[in-house]
C-alpha cells in the first residue's frame, strides 16, 4: 500500500497512507455549504456538519488546507475534455469522464497553507478574481417579488443604513409556469429596462436567477424564432443538451 511520508519532520505533516480521505480528516478545515436550499436556521460553522439528516451531500465541501497537514482531491470519475478539440462529449453526446481507476491529488503541505493554495492553481489552473460586488453584501429571495416589491427592499436597506452590493432575482421574474424562463414576466415587471437602470443608478450589481434545463418553452418572447432555427416543430419544446455542439 501507498504510504507517504514527510521530509521535514518539522512542516506540519506527518503522513498520508492511500485510502485515507478528507472525510476522514478531523482536521480538514472545509470549504464552504454545498447548499442553503430548504435549510432553516443553519449555522455557516462548518465544523462537525457531516451530512445532517442522513443526506451525504449536506456538508461543507472538504477543503485544500488542514491542521493535520494534508488533504485530498480526488479527481476519478469527473468530467474531462478530449485530447482533439478540447471537447468533452463522444460522438453520440456522451459526456467524457476520467477512466483512470485512481487520479488522486495529495496536498501535503503540512502548515503552510498559502503554498497548498498556489499548488492548486497549478494543477487547476489561474482562477479568475472575483467581482468586487461578489465580495459584498448580495441579496436574493425565492419569492413573487414584483417591481413595486423591489423598489420597496431596496428602500429598506437605505432606511436600515444597511450595506447591498448586489440583488439576484429569484426564479419568479420570468413568465410561468415552467421552472425554466428566460422571458420577463411583465405581469410582475411591466417595465424591466426601467427599473433595472433604477437598480443600477443605486449602484448595485444586478442578476436574475436561471434554471435552463427545460430548454426553450414556448412561452418564451423568442420561442417562434429560436424553433425555426433549431428545426423543432411548432410548439414543441427546444431541448436542452450541453454536450450538443450545435
Request: hydrophobic share 35%.
Amino acid at each position: 500500500s501507498l504510504w507517504v511520508t514527510p521530509v521535514d519532520e518539522g512542516g506540519g505533516f506527518s503522513g498520508w497512507r492511500f485510502g485515507q480521505t478528507s472525510a476522514d480528516d478531523e482536521g480538514n478545515l472545509r470549504g464552504t455549504r454545498r447548499t442553503l436550499d430548504r435549510r432553516d436556521n443553519l449555522t455557516l460553522r462548518c465544523s462537525g456538519a457531516r451530512g445532517e439528516g442522513g443526506d451525504p451531500s449536506d456538508h461543507c465541501a472538504w477543503g485544500l488546507i488542514s491542521r493535520t497537514g494534508w488533504a485530498l482531491l480526488n479527481d476519478s470519475g469527473a468530467p474531462c475534455l478530449d485530447g482533439a478539440d478540447d471537447w468533452w462529449a463522444d460522438d453520440d453526446g456522451k459526456m467524457l469522464r476520467n477512466q483512470n481507476v485512481h487520479d488522486l491529488y495529495l496536498f501535503a503541505h503540512g502548515s503552510d497553507y498559502a503554498a497548498a493554495l498556489r499548488d492548486l492553481r497549478t494543477v487547476g489552473g489561474a482562477i479568475p478574481m472575483p467581482l468586487r460586488s461578489q465580495l459584498g453584501v448580495m441579496f436574493s429571495r425565492w419569492f413573487d417579488y414584483d417591481e413595486e416589491g423591489v423598489v420597496a427592499l431596496v428602500g429598506e436597506f437605505e432606511q436600515r443604513s444597511l450595506p447591498l452590493d448586489a440583488l439576484i432575482l429569484d426564479m419568479n421574474w420570468h413568465k410561468k409556469p415552467g421552472w425554466t424562463g428566460y422571458s420577463w414576466d411583465r405581469n410582475l415587471f411591466p417595465d424591466p429596462a426601467a427599473l433595472t437602470a433604477w437598480l443600477r443608478a443605486k449602484g448595485l450589481v444586478v442578476g436574475a436567477n436561471l434554471h435552463d434545463a427545460q430548454g426553450v418553452l414556448p412561452e418564451e418572447d423568442t420561442y417562434n424564432e429560436v424553433a425555426r432555427i433549431m428545426g423543432v416543430p411548432p410548439g414543441a419544446p427546444v431541448s436542452l443538451s450541453l454536450t450538443n455542439r450545435t
